[in-house]
């Protein structure tokens, strides 16, 4: 085969020099696309396309690049015909006996096994074992290009499996590049599947068609998903698909009372689930993808879904640090502001761009950006909202248009007429309903929200002298706001209780919680809830009823409420949070108005009665307190069951 020589001598590389072959001489894939081979092995430019498909798929980087050529023989070593059949025969006796042994071990298998036994399905288990003693080490599983053999990762974990999918799964056979870490593809489309019926903007942040043509392609091709999109959806789609077992707790009998009641942690002996081992995955792969600057958009993608994990998880830590990066990294990416919007005021031109992203090709990609950016921000206004922090990106820097409804997303229609945004007067109360639905009202109710907060972190410093922030005209024009959301609904969502084609619809739900909690931020550091006068206080009660009204509503019907957003709980505990502290005041009153005998005879007053009382034993209510407390004791005792005496 012949080759370009190489100059020893040379001080500067050499250009590529491609010899004129002859025929047959090029590499079978030069020759289908046309291209100039140097007929080295592999050749040069086999080896450009491979390192350019591995930017989408670092898998790649552990295989050699596909380059193949025409077995030549010289004449002098022609095989006769009979000896090739010979030959070929040979073979085929080896692969019989082999096919017959293999089968006359599955037999004896099934045999020792008994009856109940079901051989597991390699291609439905997930391609990690997430337990027992195959596991790889620590550093092996951390490296994102440490992949383990085959064989390894198809091995049944002792503490957690998977259920087969079909009989026919085993005779399919594994896509060639598909990402080892991932799962089979026939369990990994079961985990899509869940993943869009679990995660409650699965729909907005991702074009499902699109998605699924893109997944249908080779993983070698640059348009396969990046693989920490892919993570990230099973490691979502893991908590809720039936097929993913989770490990077993730790047995906390092992475990010594100094750890669990003492000043250190206490060590983790569960195992690492399925969600917990593609979370890492994720992250590592958003981490080398962010450092190249590739597949960014997908990435940004995979944290906001990672946010939504750790919300469902507990792991607060992890949320807040997501929740910042994604809402950073949507600036540089341009997300914030809508397209061909400058912030220096100038024209857009395409010679100088502002942003890391291009221009979107088509209204498909512009939608999702713009549907992932306000997810992004509705999980970070969301989960902050109580807190006394600062957000991490300002209202007066988002010039990005509010989204639009789902119909026209996923019909790759674009959306025509006047868009709006947060510079908009009229943003509350005026909702287009030809392209406005539930995901709208969501988003619109988040914004309220940063408002209030806004509203609440800043107004201190702007009016430090005043004694009632509730006669501002800043106020008022924001319980204005708050008061006409809900009056300006449309029509088709006044109930919170709305079919859609997917069942519930959960962002109307959602909305009708979101303003009722903006309510109660907006008063609840004014309340009073001692004086019978008090505005505030009627307003956070009321909000509170409300929200326990929508709580009865949503567990009336059949809808797994553990789909809904995380803002659900945290507005229903907000909401518990105001009645109880009503409550006690009930108590306190109750009790006030027993004499010592009484008190000594109430079997119901505890030990936390009875430190609440040392706590407030210097209080002694005026006539109007006492007439307030009276009335709103009044109010409040329709918010139980008459059956039920208050402690």
Not at 416 to 424: A, D, F, H, K
Not at 515 to 520: G, K, L, S, V, Y
Not at 538 to 565: C, F, G, K
Not at 620 to 645: H, K, R, V, W, Y
């Amino acid at each position: 085969m012949p080759r370009m020589e190489s100059q020893i001598g040379s001080s500067s590389p050499q250009p590529t020099v491609f010899l004129n072959l002859k025929r047959n001489q090029a590499c079978h894939q030069c020759r289908r696309r046309k291209m100039r081979c140097d007929a080295q092995k592999p050749c040069s430019t086999c080896v450009k396309s491979h390192r350019f498909a591995a930017f989408g798929n670092p898998d790649l980087l552990q295989v050699e690049p596909e380059c193949t050529y025409d077995n030549i023989v010289s004449e002098g070593n022609v095989v006769k015909h009979r000896t090739k059949y010979q030959v070929l025969e040979g073979r085929i006796r080896e692969l019989e006996s082999l096919l017959e042994q293999q089968s006359k071990e599955k037999e004896l298998f099934i045999a020792t096994a008994g009856p109940s036994a079901t051989p597991l399905n390699p291609l439905s288990a997930p391609a990690e074992a997430l337990g027992g003693s195959s596991n790889p080490s620590l550093p092996e599983v951390l490296d994102p290009l440490a992949f383990l053999p085959l064989d390894q990762f198809n091995a049944p974990s002792e503490t957690q499996s998977t259920v087969p999918l079909s009989n026919d799964s085993e005779q399919q056979l594994t896509i060639s590049g598909w990402p080892i870490r991932l799962p089979k593809p026939d369990l990994f489309y079961h985990l899509v599947d869940v993943f869009f019926t679990s995660y409650p903007h699965a729909h907005y942040i991702i074009h499902r068609p699109s998605f699924m043509l893109s997944l249908a392609l080779s993983p070698k091709s640059p348009d396969f998903p990046h693989v920490s999109l892919l993570h990230a959806i099973c490691a979502y789609a893991g908590v809720f698909s039936y097929l993913i077992e989770p490990p077993p707790a730790g047995d906390l009998e092992k475990i010594y009372r100094d750890f669990i009641f003492g000043d250190r942690r206490r060590p983790d002996t569960r195992e690492i689930s399925f969600a917990e081992m593609h979370t890492q995955w994720a992250e590592e792969a958003i981490e080398q993808a962010m450092a190249m600057g590739f597949n960014l958009l997908e990435c940004m993608q995979a944290g906001t879904i990672l946010s939504g994990f750790y919300a469902c998880q507990g792991r607060w830590v992890e949320l807040w640090s997501t929740l910042g990066d994604v809402l950073r990294v949507a600036v540089p990416l341009g997300l914030n502001s809508r397209t061909g919007f400058r912030g220096d005021g100038t024209a857009h031109l395409s010679e100088t761009p502002e942003t890391l992203l291009p221009d979107p090709t088509n209204c498909v990609e512009e939608e999702t950006r713009v549907n992932l950016f306000w997810v992004a921000y509705a999980n970070e206004r969301l989960s902050e909202s109580p807190g006394s922090w600062a957000m991490c990106l300002d209202d007066q820097d988002i010039h990005q248009v509010v989204p639009g409804d789902l119909l026209h997303f996923e019909a790759g229609h674009d959306i025509q007429g006047e868009r709006q945004t947060l510079e908009s007067p009229d943003l509350l109360i005026r909702h287009f309903p030809e392209h406005s639905d539930g995901f709208t009202l969501y988003i619109k109710a988040t914004i309220l929200v940063s408002k209030v907060k806004s509203f609440n972190l800043r107004i201190r410093f702007k009016y430090p002298k005043a004694t009632d922030l509730r006669e501002l005209v800043e106020f008022q024009e924001l319980e204005q706001s708050v008061a006409s959301f809900r009056k300006f609904l449309p029509q088709r969502y006044n109930s919170p209780i709305i079919q859609s084609g997917r069942g519930l619809d959960i962002h109307v739900y959602t909305a009708h919680l979101i303003f009722q909690f903006a309510m109660i931020l907006l008063h609840d550091k004014h309340a009073n809830l001692y004086s019978p006068n008090c505005q505030s206080a009627h307003r956070i009660i009321a909000a509170a009823r409300t929200i326990v009204e929508l709580l009865y509503a949503i567990s009336s019907t059949s809808y797994d409420i553990t789909r809904l957003p995380p803002i659900c709980v945290q507005c229903w505990g907000r909401a518990a949070s105001v009645l109880t502290e009503c409550s006690q005041i009930v108590r306190v009153y109750s009790i006030s108005q027993q004499g010592p005998s009484e008190l000594n005879e109430n079997s119901r007053v505890t030990p936390a009665t009875n430190v609440g009382f040392a706590s407030s034993s210097n209080w002694s209510p005026s006539a109007g307190e006492t007439a307030g407390i009276a009335s709103t004791l009044t109010e409040l005792q329709s918010l139980f069951p008459e059956n039920t005496a208050l402690p």
